[in-house]
């Protein structure tokens, strides 16, 4: 079965400490992954997918096929990061997308 | 930059009502879906369409139908509305040119019923 899962529902980090956002998934060939973000009283926008290996607000996330994992990371979390962040999955030619149950990431100052 | 606007962002309705949500995109998007968004549980798909007229259930269709007579639109109607279904829903439209396209969100409209 297609299935995302994220173990934290609140992460809560100091301002200016590393933040890691977990995420593993189950699929069995080639999947798309994402990762969402939910700023307070805004819609949900993509913070960035795996295909474009980019940084996008200082985030990165790795694929890892190995261990089935899209991690999101930041070295430096700020208070503006504080948000509600989806990983996603949609599966290889499909128009589904799969998303986890969330987390809320709060950053203190 | 893609638009997907949704009729209202806050809904009240009475249990046993019929319910229309709507949903229009602006940037010709083939493809649209409607979530329903519950702490815990993340998005879950209630119906997705892939054209005109074409429609698929998604993982909790239950009580819900929907109807694309437009590329831009795409409505999503309670039945007979239940307390079960207070929620947030989402819109959302993706380019079917090539798949796993990333979604765009509406602003959602929160549903309560009484």
């Known amino acids: 079965a297609q299935r995302v899962t994220q173990p934290e529902k609140l992460l809560s980090v100091f301002k200016g400490a590393p933040v890691e956002l977990k995420c593993n998934y189950s699929?069995?060939?080639?999947?798309?992954l994402f990762w969402y973000v939910q700023y307070s009283r805004q819609r949900l926008q993509l913070l960035l997918r795996?295909?474009s290996r980019e940084s996008i607000k200082g985030f990165t996330a790795d694929l890892n096929k190995g261990e089935t994992s899209f991690h999101l990371k930041k070295p430096f979390a700020q208070e503006e990061d504080s948000a509600m962040y989806y990983c996603?999955?949609?599966?290889?030619?499909?128009?589904?997308?799969?998303f986890g149950a969330g987390t809320r990431l709060f950053v203190k100052a | 930059d893609v638009k997907v606007t949704q009729s209202s962002r806050y809904l009240v309705k009475r249990t046993g009502e019929k319910v229309f949500l709507e949903c229009v995109q602006d940037?010709?998007?083939?493809?649209m879906f409607w979530y329903r968004q519950d702490p815990g549980l993340g998005l879950r798909l209630i119906y997705f369409?892939?054209?005109?007229?074409?429609?698929e259930k998604g993982d909790i269709p239950e009580g819900y139908s929907v109807s694309r007579e437009k590329k831009e639109r795409f409505s999503l109607i309670l039945e007979s509305a239940s307390t079960n279904q207070t929620s947030m829903y989402l819109c959302?439209?993706?380019?079917?040119?090539?798949?796993?396209?990333?979604?765009?969100f509406g602003d959602g409209t929160r549903l309560s019923i009484l």
């Open positions: 699929y069995s060939g080639s999947p798309e």
């Open positions: 369409s892939y054209d005109v007229k074409m429609k």
């Open positions: 996603a999955l949609s599966p290889t030619g499909g128009f589904k997308t799969i």
């Open positions: 959302a439209s993706s380019l079917e040119e090539s798949p796993n396209q990333p979604q765009h």
């Open positions: 795996h295909i």
């Open positions: 940037m010709d998007h083939e493809n």
